[in-house]
């Protein structure tokens, strides 16, 4: 159907029905295009269901014809904008056939569709539409960078239809800083930039003054003149009866405006622009530009991410919100990556500097090894270098501090490590004191309660020297410091430790009695295997033996352990970061549903949409890497620096930083993306 047959393309004042086309083979009769441009038969379009329907649109018929200027006018909720979503594609009538130049739309696919609307149909909407952020001259060129014109002939293309529209000197301004006569003659440029067969433009003239009004329905007659055929919804009377044709919506049907075929002849009272009105024309010529150069794939792709770091740009609050969630994200997992593998470092240079000569020796108990004996026993067996002596004493039973307890109201806890350890110990591994001589003093037993303190616990219990009459209080005892350990050699934490003289064990209890043995190289398998008859010759099971090979397995299980830890650390800030990347993009999705709209009718698949914000967010998101990586690595060298360890930073976690900011970008963007894509561009083209 759609196919009546009449005599010729009528001039003007078309029948409402049954429109006209004859000569399908090319169309025209005697150079006169007879085919219609738009062909609607029986047209319905209702929303909802059962008792709820709303017909918006019922059983519409008509025709137009290439060069027409058709006026559709009608009383609010007539169904006009739902009619010209329909001619638009960008809603699907419920019933009835729709040709576009003889092809019907329902049997083309949704490519087909946006095709069709980015090459044939151009849209003017009454809120113009303009992005904010972007140029006049930007603005105007979307639809030829959703076609993917070279840049060159985009450019020319865009500085004619600004031309035409007398904005060029405006080409450079923002569309926020464009007035309103500006903006919607921005719109009509950006329509008709594409060379478009059809110009569709919902209330034009809506939110401007009469002078501003004129502008504009001079320029669409220009551009009527010129061949495009226009279809305009109007309340403006001036609009309305400048149309060569009017049809009339009444609840959602319509028909043609009875003797409007001489109206177009009249010249509309009050719009003196409209005198210049040129004459209409029966064969538009063809306009559209040649589009023998659009760009390559990968060129498109580049203008593609040009325009998604554009779009951050145009928005600068919410694209450092963004940032930060990246930056948090990508900067806790490369410094958690950094500040572990520099910790696994330190374990194991500490486990190096243990080296391949010792022994530790543990008992259950601790009996025998606090006994002089075992130490002497074995200090005669071969390949051993010295046996040091070593005791934790537990923090409950140390109340270590500077003042006797109960003097002050309240003195901070010592939050050092408080432990009994032999001159041997602390020779073995390489400790130095000031007075040099203070370990000897510490195990003489008639010395009394002495106690040598590492460097950092002397800070912290505010010990400036060891001096006479320096104390400090062991549980509740008055503690001579006869010493300060100014290196702790091998064994880091004597720096934070208070070491105890023997004399004191009666009163504070030691835990954990290791011995310490040092050893030449290479001896510490078979010594580990010596030691425990001959400390306990009975029972030489209740000696625990450690060599460093044991503190290997351990070495791996802390690095295990740790890469565990970082591992879920990363994990919950990455999905921390990508949450709220997420809901910020999603209410984004919400915010720009109209330009979401707009790309869609001036042609942009859903395809092309969900790339757009899939896009924006592999951008933000790889931004929000590379400063994460910056922060990551910041904060690994401010830690070391504070743990006196060496930072290990491998180059490759910068990598590492903007490839899961992207990845997570692109996670974060992934469910807004499918809702843009999926939008409904009609229902946003109202809101
Ligand atoms: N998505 C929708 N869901 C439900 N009803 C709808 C929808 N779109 C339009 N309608 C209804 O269809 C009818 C026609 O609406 P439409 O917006 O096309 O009218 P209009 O003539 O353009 O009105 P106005 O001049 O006020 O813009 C109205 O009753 C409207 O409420």
């Not at 669409?220 to 226009?230: D, M, R």
């Not at 309660?449 to 209080?473: K, N, S, T």
């Not at 903007?658 to 997570?664: A, R």
Request: aromatic share 4%; hydrophobic share 45%; proline share 6%.
């Amino acid at each position: 159907m759609g196919r009546d047959r009449a005599p010729r393309r009528p001039a003007r004042g078309h029948r409402a029905r049954g429109g006209a086309v004859s000569d399908p083979a090319n169309g025209t009769q005697n150079g006169v295009d007879t085919e219609p441009l738009l062909s609607l038969r029986g047209i319905g379009r209702h929303f909802g269901s059962g008792t709820g329907t709303t017909h918006a649109l019922r059983d519409i018929t008509f025709d137009v014809f290439p060069g027409e200027f058709v006026a559709i006018i009608g009383p609010s909720g007539s169904g006009k904008s739902t009619l010209l979503n329909v001619l638009g594609l960008l809603d699907t009538a419920s019933e009835g056939e729709y040709r576009i130049a003889g092809s019907s739309v329902s049997s083309l696919s949704q490519r087909q569709r946006d095709t069709l609307r980015a090459h044939t149909l151009g849209f003017v909407f009454q809120a113009s539409h303009i992005l904010p952020g972007e140029s006049a001259a930007e603005n105007a060129a979307l639809g030829l960078r959703i076609q993917g014109v070279a840049l060159p002939e985009r450019r020319a293309a865009v500085r004619g239809a600004l031309e035409r529209l007398g904005i060029l000197a405006r080409a450079q301004a923002l569309g926020k800083n464009l007035s309103g006569g500006e903006r919607q003659r921005v719109a009509i440029a950006r329509a008709i930039a594409t060379g478009p067969r059809l110009l569709l433009a919902d209330e034009p003239t809506g939110a401007l003054d009469s002078e501003n009004s004129a502008r504009i329905i001079e320029h669409l007659h220009t551009l009527n003149a010129e061949g495009v055929t226009i279809l305009v919804i109007t309340h403006d009377p001036v609009v309305a009866a400048s149309a060569t044709r009017r049809l009339v919506l009444t609840d959602g049907r319509i028909r043609e405006e009875a003797g409007v075929a001489a109206a177009p002849q009249q010249e509309p009272p009050h719009h003196a622009a409209l005198q210049a009105r040129p004459a209409h024309r029966t064969t538009p010529p063809d306009r559209r530009p040649a589009r023998g150069r659009t760009r390559s794939g990968i060129a498109r792709f580049g203008d593609e991410i040009l325009e998604a770091i554009s779009t951050h740009a145009g928005r600068p609050g919410r694209t450092m919100m963004l940032l930060f969630a990246f930056l948090l994200g990508a900067g806790g997992l490369v410094g958690s990556i950094g500040l572990s593998q520099s910790a696994a470092a330190q374990v194991s240079q500490r486990l190096t500097s243990a080296g391949l000569d010792e022994v530790v020796v543990s008992s259950l108990g601790g009996g025998i090894v606090t006994d002089p004996a075992s130490s002497t026993r074995i200090r005669e067996l071969e390949g051993v270098v010295g046996v040091g002596y070593r005791a934790q004493v537990s923090a409950v039973n140390a109340r270590v501090s500077l003042l006797p307890p109960g003097t002050v109201a309240e003195q901070p806890g010592f939050t050092g490590r408080t432990m009994y350890a032999s001159a041997e110990y602390l020779r073995l591994v390489t400790a130095t004191t000031r007075p040099a001589s203070a370990p000897a003093v510490l195990e003489a037993t008639w010395s009394g309660d002495v106690a040598l303190v590492g460097a950092a616990a002397a800070r912290e219990l505010g010990i400036a020297e060891a001096a006479p009459g320096m104390r400090i209080f062991v549980a509740g005892t008055p503690v001579e410091v006869i010493g300060i350990i100014t290196s702790a050699g091998r064994e880091s934490l004597l720096d934070s430790s208070v070491v105890l003289s023997p004399a004191l064990a009666d009163r504070v209890r030691g835990e954990q009695a290791e011995l310490v043995v040092r050893t030449q190289p290479g001896y510490p398998a078979a010594l580990a295997a010596a030691i425990p008859p001959i400390v306990a010759p009975g029972n030489p099971g209740v000696v625990t033996v450690q060599t460093v090979a044991d503190l290997r397995a351990l070495q791996r299980g802390v690095n295990a352990d740790l890469g565990t830890l970082v591992g879920i650390i990363s994990i919950v800030l990455l999905v921390l970061a990508c949450l709220s990347a997420a809901t910020s993009m999603y209410l984004t999705v919400r915010a720009r549903a109209a330009e979401i709209a707009l790309r869609r009718a001036v042609g942009a698949s859903r395809a092309m949409i969900w790339r757009m914000f899939t896009l924006e967010g592999a951008t933000i998101g790889a931004a929000g890497g590379l400063a994460g990586s910056a922060a990551g690595i910041a904060m690994v060298l401010v830690a070391s620096g504070v743990q006196q360890w060496t930072p290990i930073l491998d180059p490759a976690i910068i990598g590492v930083g903007v490839l899961v900011g992207t990845l997570t970008g692109i996670a974060a963007a992934a469910y807004p993306a499918l809702v843009a894509a999926r939008a409904d561009p009609a229902q946003a083209i109202r809101e």
